[in-house]
């Protein structure tokens, strides 16, 4: 059989693969460079930032779980201006030439000026993924990923302040997920990446206290593979044409099939990349072994097939 196309679209945009960075797992810039061709990945999506520098929670910030791990890093970044100056050159300098920016903040107004602090960006930031859905901000106890309306208002925001396609990425931590991704996809996001981490916790039995410095954290990992595969089918089978990029405990390349067959047009790869940094590379190579084995000639026409 001849090579597998592995070429995806998400909305406007087409990858030549579907395998990208997870945000807040590949850096800012090249630190995966020395592991893998970061450049041959379907896109590269940064950690997100916010329109001004900010430190992040205390320390310590991340822990092995069974089967994954839980993370306080509290959205640690250097803000989008410093960002822009310093660190997209060295990406763009090292031939990424399909960069996703990732934004965050904590009202509506911070969201904007993220967005128009982004406008002047390069061609090589090809799409604005709006984080809806950090649990380490606020405790974890406003998402706002977790209300349809103040979602659709921040994602329209964006929309009118960059010329980008914007995608929304929304929180696997409420039962109101396929109403959130129709509102976000009604104000303008080209896409949804579903989904961001699970609001988890761990208690210092010694110490009888939590032992993430923020006190709870964000499960991610292989334990929580399952609950993004049915986030993206439940996701899939209410909007049939929303684009959706499928993210939570990719390992394998079977992994990546799986929330593909589930409704995913492509997937992110992030807590994989901790234990082995050139995992989205493994992961890519992985998936063209797979296509190849079961003759499947375009990737894309996996995308919802576990739907009857
Ligand atoms: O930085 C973080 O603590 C963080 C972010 Br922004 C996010 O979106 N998800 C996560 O698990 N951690």
Known sequence: MTDPDLSVRIGSIELPNPVMTA?????????????????????????????MPWDGNPAPRVHETPAGMINSVGLQGPGVESWCRDELPVLVGANVQRVVASIWGRTVEEYRAAAVALADVPAEVIAIEVNLSCPNLDGGRHLFAHDAELSATVIGQVVDSVQRPVWAKLSPNTDRL????????????????LVNTL??????TEERRPLLGGGGG????PAMHPVAVRAVYDCRA????LPIIGVGGIGT???AVELMLAGANAVQV????FADPRAPATVLEGLRDW?????????SSLVGGAHG
């Open 23 to 51: 945000s807040g797992t590949a850096g800012h810039s090249t630190e995966l460079a020395p592991y893998l061709n970061i450049a041959a990945l379907g896109a590269f999506v940064v950690k997100s930032l916010s329109v």
């Open 178 to 193: 396929a109403d959130v991704a129709g509102a976000v996809a009604g104000a303008g996001a080209e896409a949804v990446t």
């Open 291 to 299: 296509c190849a084995q079961h003759e499947v000639r375009r990737i």
């Open 199 to 204: 609001l988890g916790m761990v208690i210092d």
């Open 218 to 221: 964000g499960l991610s990992g």
């Open 253 to 255: 390349a079977r992994d």
């Open 270 to 273: 992030g807590t994989a990349s």
């Open 238 to 241: 209410a909007h049939p044409d």
